[in-house]
């Protein structure tokens, strides 16, 4: 159900780990208020909080991972970037040629922080070799890495290493000067403390262009870009010597790029303050979910950052004040990596043989791990995370089709090998290694809802489904509590991928529970 946003700063985030579709909410977020408000000039920014090109969103058919959501808009004046991303100035080119081939403008838009982290080849192999030293060294299952240099990044941030944006507008012989000591330790962490292979080393370079080369196919050949743009073995000295690189080559290069955006370098903080001052919205945009957040996640499968709403006030540089946060989920559970996946479907069945045709990572282009609604995951991230509404996505997926004709099953609970019942998701990874789910089973449903865009006229099942998801994710959220006070609005219901394909209309929370209580 629509109702007025209760203020001027909105965000979307993940209430799982990652692929929800927040990229999709950003746009009707947009459309509401102008429709609301009937002006369109009511959205000041949206920014990018967290993250770098590790997250990947599709939104209004642009497949991104560092740009915001808002670039698809014409009429949003300001694409921001936050000082909680670390970005390649590299990417942002790349991309921005990208969205730029699809009609969208975003240079003459975009505003990164000064303090936004600047990420470049040598995090890269960072990150591969850190996953490397994993399996080689440790022994260890791959953690899935995406290979963009993320972690590594935040390292040199928490260790007093980071090179800012700022570096751009400052003496190029500093900014030199530390890209030849970032690669100096890089090269050493890679060749003594991580233990490369010779062989892998080089290979490393390959991966990378070939995974660029992948993911800008259309780019290339449409002669916007060329192979050779993506050849990191550039980097590699005349000798080929392993483990160095040629760091003035390095640092020319990312120098001329950071160049190129240096007109996009600001102080975001009065730009954020001025919007709301003259009464706009800001919109913060999310990467990953509420468990990859790095403190809060499900270890080692986290990224480097801050994952939910405290972090928008740490990106934008402003004081924490009220917010009003969308949380997105799909109306079944995905995971990749090396995730302990509770509600897994199991291989082989049909309902599993179905949605994994349609999961796969949006930036790794790895096939996700299908499972059932998990709600007690959803429900500890609106306890302990927090969300006005909720943005389900992908309930079009479960309608009968095939081999599938089966019921549906909800996570409510997860009890130990000892009977003893957990309701809230336990920080102990030992023991929620032994937990298994306990289903609430509700009967599914055969029509084809794609084309549905009233609440009232989806099938009954499907009402009752939606319901008991609420009621399944607000029992946890209260579990405990003698005064129930958390329960989201379901604000949109996403069926099909177009961004015409959503339900507006659901009832009140508590009108929605009703049906099932």
């Known amino acids: 159900m629509l109702t007025p946003f209760s203020s001027q700063f909105i965000t979307d985030t ?29 959205v000041a920014s949206v920014m990018k909080v967290n993250g770098g090109s590790n997250s990947g969103h599709t939104v209004a058919g642009l497949k991104l991972n560092l740009l915001p959501g808002g670039v698809a808009d014409p009429i ?48 890269r192999l960072l990150d591969l070799a850190w996953e490397d030293f994993r399996v080689e060294q440790m022994q260890q299952t791959p953690r899935g890495s995406t290979g963009r240099g993320i972690t590594p990044a935040y390292l040199d941030e928490v260790g007093q290493f980071q090179i800012y944006y700022a570096d751009f507008l400052g003496p190029k012989e500093e900014f030199f000067d530390k890209i030849a000591w970032r690669a ?14 010779e062989a892998t080393w080089f290979e490393f370079f390959s991966r ?49 790029a950071g160049q190129q955006l240096r007109d996009t370098i600001s102080d975001v903080r009065e730009l954020i303050l001025k919007g709301k001052d003259e009464g706009k919205f800001l919109i913060g ?20 950052s801050h994952t939910f709403t405290p972090e928008f006030f740490q990106s934008a540089g402003i ?21 302990v996946f509770i509600t897994e479907i199991e291989d082989g069945h049909p309902l599993s043989n179905k949605l994994k045709q349609l999961e796969f990572g949006a930036t790794t ?63 102990n990874d030992s023991v929620r290694k032994t937990l298994s789910p306990v289903y609430k089973t509700l009967p599914g449903w055969s029509e084809d809802i794609s084309d549905v865009r009233h609440f009232a ?14 009621k399944s994710l607000t029992d946890v959220a209260n579990y405990g509590d003698n005064n129930k006070t958390l329960f989201p609005n379901l604000r949109y219901i996403g069926v099909g991928p177009e961004p015409n394909q959503i339900i507006k209309d659901a009832p009140d929370v508590m009108e929605l529970i009703k049906l099932v209580s």
């Open 365 to 427: 282009g790895r096939q996700r791990m299908v499972g059932w609604y998990d709600a007690v995951e959803k429900g500890d991230a609106l306890r302990y995370g927090g969300y006005q509404d909720l943005a389900l996505n992908k309930l079009d997926a479960l309608s009968y089709s095939g081999d599938w004709n089966g019921d549906l099953q909800i996570c409510i609970a997860y009890p130990d090998a000892h009977g003893q019942l957990y309701h809230h998701v336990t920080r």
């Open 184 to 197: 100096e330790r890089a090269m050493r962490t890679i060749q003594h403390v991580c233990r490369v292979k």
């Open 76 to 123: 949003v004046p300001h694409l921001i970037i936050g000082s909680g991303v670390v970005a390649d100035p590299r990417k942002f080119l790349w991309e921005s040629i990208y969205a730029e081939s699809h009609g969208h403008t975003v240079l003459s838009r975009l505003v990164i922080d000064n303090r936004c982290l600047v990420s470049d080849l040598t995090h």
């Open 208 to 256: 990378l262009s070939e995974a660029e080369i992948k993911a800008h196919k259309a780019l290339i050949e449409s002669g916007k870009l060329a192979e050779f743009d993506f050849d990191f073995a550039e980097f590699i000295p005349e000798g080929k010597a392993p483990f160095t690189l040629d760091t003035t080559k390095l640092a020319t290069v990312y120098w001329e």
């Open 319 to 339: 004081p924490a004040q009220p917010v009003h946060n969308i949380g997105c989920c799909k109306a079944y559970d995905t995971k990749v990596g090396t995730h």
């Open 285 to 304: 945009e999310f990467g990953q979910a509420y468990w990859l957040d790095k403190r809060h996640g499900f270890a080692p499968n986290v990224t480097a």
């Open 457 to 470: 006229d989806l099938p009954e099942n499907a009402k009752i489904y939606l319901a008991w998801m609420l």
């Open 14 to 42: 993940g209430i799982s780990t990652g692929d929800e579709g927040k990229g999709r909410v950003i746009l009707e977020i947009i459309n509401e208020l102008r429709a609301q408000h009937n002006d369109p000039k009511i």
